[in-house]
């Protein structure tokens, strides 16, 4: 899963849950920022690039999340 498609699922869950979702550019560096989900976030590299599966839990976690939530 590449960070785009992170991005738009988590948008869309949080569409579904009437959670706020927000991208923040202004926190990071380079090609890093953060994915807030409500009050909890993550950071998010280069949305271009894939996330490997360890990275991918791990955001998850941060966000407090699972895989079945953001499966379609």
């Known amino acids: 899963m590449r960070g785009q498609e992170f991005e738009r699922k ?5 569409r579904q849950r009437g959670v706020f979702v927000a991208f923040d550019a202004a926190h990071g ?4 920022r953060r994915l807030y989900f409500g009050e909890r ?3 998010l590299k280069d949305r ?4 490997g599966p360890g ?3 791990a955001m ?3 966000l407090g999340l ?3 939530d953001i499966e379609e």
């Open 41 to 43: 976030f993550t950071t």
């Open 29 to 32: 560096k380079g090609s890093h």
């Open 55 to 57: 990275l991918l839990k």
């Open 10 to 14: 988590i948008r869309k869950l949080g």
């Open 66 to 68: 699972t895989r079945d």
């Open 48 to 51: 271009n690039k894939e996330i």
């Open 60 to 62: 998850l976690d941060q």
